[in-house]
């Protein structure tokens, strides 16, 4: 099963603090609104979204057929084969989505300590 691109999606307070903290540990902006209270910054092969007043708690995030530079893949498991497969092995998917449409989707579940796993298929 390909995942896609991973990133941890952090829940922060001041954007702004938070961005000016990481980039002093090397990360550079690589997308998003800083005006809209999301960023995602990059630090070689390290992918952190910075996400204020969006999320209650810090996410693992994969983007089924992204790879990590947010580049389409030519090959790459569609989120809802990932959906099927995760089903089928009995683990509980929060928000499920129709198997039968393509696209873009997303899908949540919770790992056995309750961190919240976001599967972003943007292609």
Not at 1 to 21: N, P, Q, R, Y
Not at 59 to 69: A, E, R, S
Not at 83 to 108: M, V
Request: aromatic share 8%; charged share 25%; net charge negative.
């Amino acid at each position: 099963m390909e995942l896609g691109a991973f990133s941890v999606s952090l829940t922060v307070k001041d954007i702004k603090k938070s961005k000016d903290f990481y980039m002093a540990l090397g990360f550079e902006v690589f997308h998003g609104d800083e005006s809209q209270g999301w960023l995602i910054l990059k630090n070689q092969s390290c992918t952190i979204g910075l996400f204020q007043g969006m999320f209650d708690k810090n996410i693992l995030t994969f983007n089924p057929g992204w790879d990590q530079n947010a580049q389409p893949q030519d090959s790459y498991t569609d989120i809802r084969q990932i959906q099927k497969k995760l089903k089928a092995q009995g683990i509980q998917i929060e928000n499920e989505i129709d198997e039968t449409t393509t696209g873009p989707a997303n899908i949540t579940l919770k790992d056995p300590d309750g961190n919240t796993i976001l599967l972003d298929q943007h292609v």
